[in-house]
Structure formats: structure tokens, C-alpha cells
């Protein structure tokens, strides 16, 4: 399959590379350590992204985005870190275009869900983050690696590993982190940046989701909701009002923790952290969504109280 790959992106001229909507910082880095190295490679190369937080705007060649595919056809597209097309931060249309499609991702999925919708897949769900998975792809078909790949795969690997702490890191997250490290990544710098950096604004919206927390089930779950109302009177945007979950989960006896998030669109946004007890990939699953045993997520359609009420009961029967 390696080979393949290395046949259709040879035969490429003009790339482009997406990942999810919303991206964090695993579809960011994928997608640009796949642009810089594919760059190097003489290929005419674009990252579809309609918006990011401004967290990552430190991140080197970060502004060279587009929101769409300005060509009637194209050679190559890859999907990154997203086990749904549907979250895919492209147009059906856009998709279409392209004459051959490979998949970089370590989500689950459902049953009933295509995570296979791009003709070469590689996907492994054991791993932590894509980027583990694009740094073993841009390897295995020895394509070029500079300092600004690097900065973006290890960016990619902190932040899905929750700065090497959650339990799916593995031993080769961390020889790949040493690696990077010995290219000479700016890890404190990109540490700082988004570990130990935050607005005002959204330090206020920590306090706030702390102040309405709710504790469920004896405290084995904390539960909070924020409107899209009261992010916006707080000056945030949607990308930037991510993250919140952890704090949730740091409580001495918490087995879940969920923040509820609302969007512009009048959809709530779900954050699942696990403690280890409960597998909320499973849960976001059955929503729709998807993610990691530890980590998930899916979006509510339906009246918050109703859909908070479903969730509970189904975090009740699994803690069981």
C-alpha cells in the first residue's frame, strides 16, 4: 500500500490536504507536516481550512491556507485525522474533484460508518494521534523532512496526548517526540504557547463553566453548559472555546466529565474525558460522533435538556 501511495504522489502535480472541521491541534499538524514536506518535493501544495484557533497562529506557515479548491480538477487529496467524510472541512464538490484520495486517521467508528471513503486508508486506531501516523507515512515513503514538518508532527502528538500523559501515549510517541526534539523543535516554546498561554477571555469562561458545574452520581461525573449566547458576550469564538473538559476531569473522583458547548449554528457541541472506567468513544459513537476510549465527542441536534437526559442515562447504565 506504501508503494501505491508513493506512485500517486509522484504522479502528482497539484495537492491539497484537509482535515476536520473545527481542527485541533493532531488535524493541524498532520496536515502541515504533510504540506511542508510535499512542498519540498516540488508539488504545488494547499491546506483547506477554513478557520483554526488563534492558539496555533504561532505555528510557522500557518496563514497560507484556503477555504476551497480552485480548480475544476485535481491530482491528489488527503483526508487527515477524521473517521467521517461528513466532518471533513470540504465540500462534497471539492472532494469530488480529486482524481485519487488517501486517508491518514486513528479515530474508531461505528459500525454503520465508512471510515474506508478514500481510495488508499491508512488507519490505525491504536496510535494517539494522526501525526504518529503521518510521520510513519512521510518515513516509510522517504519523502522530505524539515524543521517546519517537525514542529507540526510533534505540535500534533502534544496536544493528542495531552503532553505525553493520556494513556494511549506509546513508546514510539515518545522516540518519535526524542527525535523531533534532537531536529531541533522548539517543544518549551510550543509547550508555552499552548499549554501555559491563554486569553483573558478565556480564562473567564473556565471560571465561569467552574462556578456552574454540575455534580452527577455522586461525583463520578461533572457536567457543564455553556451557551453560545455567553461565549460570544465573553468575546470568544468557537475554536477558542475548546478545552474546558480537562479542568472538569481533574476533580478528585470523576469518572466522566462532559462540557457542553453551544455553536452558532444552534447545535451544542459534546467534550467526553474518561477516567478509564467508562469508554466514551462508545458513547459518542451511539450519538454519531467518535474518538478515543479517554477521549470523543459528537454534536447534539436536539433540545439541550432532552439530549442531556439521554447522555446521563447512558453514563449511568456504563458506570454500572
Same mark, same amino acid.
Given at each position: ?10 504522479? =502528482? ?10 481542527? !485541533? ?27 483554526? =484557533? ?15 479548491? !480552485? ?6 487529496? &488527503?483526508?487527515? *485525522? ?55 507515512? &512521510? ?20 496536544? *493528542?496526548?495531552? =503532553? ?53 452520581? *455522586? ?7 455553556? =451557551? ?11 475554536? !477558542? ?7 472538569? #476531569? ?10 457542553? #458547548? ?10 467526553? #474525558?474518561?477516567?478509564?472506567?467508562? *469508554? ?13 476510549? #479517554? ?26
Amino acid at each position: 500500500m506504501f508503494e501505491k501511495a508513493k506512485e500517486i504522489i509522484n504522479s =502528482s502535480k497539484d495537492i491539497y490536504i484537509v482535515g476536520h472541521i473545527n481542527p !485541533d491541534g493532531d488535524s493541524i499538524g498532520s496536515a502541515f507536516a504533510l504540506y511542508y514536506s510535499l512542498k519540498e518535493l516540488g508539488k504545488n501544495v494547499n491546506v483547506i481550512m477554513k478557520k483554526h =484557533s488563534d492558539s496555533f497562529s504561532f505555528l510557522p506557515g500557518i496563514e497560507n491556507i484556503v477555504d476551497h479548491v !480552485d480548480k475544476n480538477e485535481y491530482d491528489l487529496l &488527503i483526508c487527515v *485525522d477524521s473517521s467521517q467524510k461528513s466532518r471533513l472541512d470540504i465540500s462534497d464538490e471539492d472532494f469530488n474533484k480529486a482524481k485519487h484520495t488517501i486517508l491518514i486517521d486513528h479515530h474508531r467508528k461505528a459500525e454503520t460508518e465508512d471510515n474506508n471513503y478514500c481510495n488508499l486508508c491508512f488507519v490505525d486506531v491504536n496510535l494517539p494521534a494522526a501525526c504518529q501516523i503521518v510521520y510513519n507515512f &512521510i518515513k516509510k515513503l522517504n519523502l522530505p523532512f524539515n524543521i517546519n514538518s517537525a514542529t507540526y508532527i510533534y505540535t500534533g502528538l502534544m496536544t *493528542d496526548t495531552g =503532553s505525553f500523559n493520556y494513556s494511549s501515549t506509546t513508546p514510539e510517541t515518545l522516540r518519535i517526540a526524542a527525535d523531533l526534539v534532537e531536529m531541533g523543535v522548539d517543544f518549551a516554546g510550543i509547550c508555552q504557547k499552548l499549554n501555559d498561554t491563554i486569553k483573558e477571555e478565556k480564562l473567564r469562561l473556565i471560571a465561569y463553566s467552574i462556578d456552574n458545574m454540575e455534580s452527577i452520581f *455522586d461525583g463520578k461525573v461533572r457536567y457543564v453548559y455553556v =451557551s453560545y449566547e455567553k461565549i460570544k458576550s465573553l468575546n470568544l469564538d468557537e475554536e !477558542d472555546a475548546e478545552g474546558v473538559t480537562n479542568y472538569l #476531569r481533574k476533580v478528585k473522583g470523576t469518572e466522566v466529565a462532559i462540557y457542553v #458547548r453551544g455553536r452558532s449554528d444552534g447545535t451544542n457541541k459534546v467534550s467526553l #474525558r474518561s477516567a478509564g472506567l467508562v *469508554d466514551v468513544s462508545k458513547i459518542a459513537i451511539s450519538f454519531g460522533g467518535g474518538g478515543h476510549q #479517554r477521549a470523543a465527542g459528537y454534536t447534539m441536534y436536539e433540545e439541550i435538556n432532552v439530549e442531556k437526559e439521554r447522555l446521563l442515562n447512558m453514563i449511568e447504565v456504563m458506570l454500572k
